[in-house]
């Protein structure tokens, strides 16, 4: 019986990728309306994982004077990029063109009608779902340099990097660049959105320095309810972010929910028994932290391993990123304010890398391309990370370091002292 | 006349009020302060991060009186105040040198 299911999801995953992912050019394709209804609803989904949910998720984790400058970022980010996404990005990553880069035959959306199809589903649907994954990559950047990067440097910088990163990587691997081509899987954006967005978080923390008082001062959260909101927010959100990435309704996408609420519940229980363990005290923030953990590190593999292998794999992340954001930040010293490199880039390297291992279908997951072993998938998996990695880090740190040069990247002290609020926006989040 | 300062535990303050109106107090200002004394504080962790957190917050009262009133106004306070266990608080004692109503203009005891 068993045997039996996992033969049934592999037919479903092998027809459905076969079909609806690959097939931008199938003129032929009808719309579904099943699949269509479901796909409006996952980018809606996505669009409350962004706002409120990550900006509550961070907003609660920092400073009450700076709470106002992280809603605004996450908030007009995502506005931002969505207009972007629509002028280029979207032609960039999803257009025929190099290995790297798309083409610019869709830029201003041009020749996209109502009745354009991709898969089994209108273009306008697929393209607004991905604009979505577009918008809030970089808006878990701005985690990284919280509490006192400039916000019309911030725009300036989630602009381009929307353009020279984040399109072309989603290209790379979804838009028929190499890293599809060669056979690295991603899911739902382990590599495109969390490793692309956590390099850049560190490589940003790193340029602009730490926050003036770091490890002298106390800088606590200012209010953990509402990062428990935007955490579960996100939990909710990620469904429309993973199942949607299936692009269809069918086994595959089954298979993704179940998954999804499987890794992060195991990366819950996982993060917060490790730290009872070694801290002490089973903390809120260190569940809330784990279920983001876990959700990275299925983002990828979540079409493509067991239920059992994501538990396993929750499990996992929450140990890795809990050690990052503890042992590892506090040795190395750097000022990544709300660890999108601990819990996004290294949970979303976890992720991808365990998806060569945990899809073998020896290990309950959906199987190997043909010919395909295990130590070859997970070189194709790690080829993809080191390209995410190399490609977001060089970039996002000349272009950091070109609007340093030009504009400024940080605050004044005074004005981090005072609070971004009241400087940057003129008002402050809470009347006493 | 006599001011009492009283430092207590915000959960106990009902009780404190209760045993003072109980020998006719008829007014108190009360105020949300933090501090520490012998009570040691706690450690708040955040992720990586530790915090040790020194000052509690207590709360403090402010009871202006006569003279003859004083031990029973400090009695009332421990009776109200009292759970045993280290950062009960302290009461402090000092002279009063004047008293205003503003309303009315009366002066010393009579505006107590």
Not at chain 1, 14 to 35: H, K, N, Q, V, W
Not at chain 1, 323 to 352: E, M, P, Q, R
Not at chain 1, 398 to 406: N, P, T
Request: glycine share 12%; net charge negative.
């Amino acid at each position: 019986m068993k045997f039996f299911m996992k033969i049934m999801i592999m037919f479903a995953f092998i027809s459905t990728t076969a079909f609806s992912r690959l097939a931008y050019a199938d003129a032929a394709a009808t719309i579904d309306t099943g699949s269509t209804a479901w796909m409006i609803t996952a980018t809606v989904l996505v669009i409350l994982m962004t706002i409120p949910g990550l900006a509550l998720f961070y907003g609660g984790m920092v400073r009450s004077k700076n709470m106002l400058s992280i809603l605004m970022q996450v908030f007009v980010t995502f506005s931002l990029l969505s207009v972007l996404w629509a002028l280029f990005g979207y032609s960039i990553a999803f257009t025929d063109g190099n290995a790297y880069f798309g083409g610019l035959s869709k830029a201003f959306l041009a020749g996209i009608t109502s009745d354009s199809i991709i898969g089994e589903i209108p273009e306008y649907v697929f393209m607004t779902f991905q604009m979505t994954f577009a918008a809030i990559t970089p808006a878990l950047i701005i985690g990284g340099f919280a509490e006192r990067m400039k916000f019309s440097s911030i725009l300036v910088f989630v602009s381009l990097w929307l353009i020279l990163v984040y399109a072309p990587i989603a290209h790379m691997v979804w838009g028929g660049g190499w890293l599809g081509e060669l056979g690295a899987k991603d899911f739902a954006g382990g590599t495109v959105v969390h490793i692309n967005a956590g390099i850049a978080a560190l490589v940003g923390a790193l340029v602009v320095g730490k926050r003036t008082g770091y490890r002298k001062e106390a800088m606590p959260p200012h209010n953990l309810t509402m990062t428990m909101i935007g955490a579960a927010l996100l939990w909710v959100g990620w469904f429309g972010f993973n199942v949607g990435s299936e692009l269809a309704v069918d086994g595959t996408a089954g298979l993704v929910l179940i998954n999804t609420q499987l890794a992060t519940s195991a990366a819950v229980i996982g993060w917060m028994f490790a730290e009872w363990l070694l801290k002490g005290k089973p903390s809120m923030l260190g569940a809330a932290s784990g279920a983001v953990a876990g959700l990275v590190a299925i983002t990828p593999a979540c079409g493509f391993i067991s239920p059992m292998g994501s538990i396993v794999l929750g499990f996992a992340a929450s140990f890795l990123s809990l050690w990052a954001v503890s042992g590892l930040k506090n040795a190395l010293g750097y000022d990544d304010t709300l660890d999108v490199f601990g819990v996004h880039c290294l949970s979303g390297i976890l992720g991808a890398l365990a998806t060569g291992v945990l899809m073998a279908s020896s290990l309950g997951g959906v199987g190997y391309d043909d010919g395909i072993t295990m130590s070859a998938q997970v070189v194709k998996q790690a080829i993809a990370v080191g390209t995410t990695l190399v490609w977001s880090g060089v970039i996002s740190f000349i272009l950091f370091k070109v609007i340093e040069m030009v504009m400024g990247l940080r605050v004044s002290e005074e004005t981090e002292r005072e609070g971004l609020d009241i400087v940057e926006h003129g008002e402050r989040a809470y009347q006493d | 006349m006599k001011q009492v300062v009283a430092i207590i535990k915000p959960f106990k303050l009902d009780d404190v009020r209760e045993s003072l109106s109980e020998i006719g107090i008829q007014g108190l200002t009360v105020s949300e302060v933090k501090g520490f004394g012998r009570q040691k504080g706690h450690t708040e962790l955040y992720r990586g991060a530790e915090y040790v957190v020194d000052f509690l917050p207590k709360l403090k009262l402010d009871i202006a009186i006569d003279d003859d009133m004083v031990d029973q106004v400090i009695e009332a306070i421990i009776k109200g105040a009292n759970t045993g266990k280290i950062g009960d608080g302290k009461i402090f004692v000092y002279p009063l040198e004047q008293v205003v109503r503003i309303r009315t203009g009366e002066t010393g005891s009579e505006a107590l």
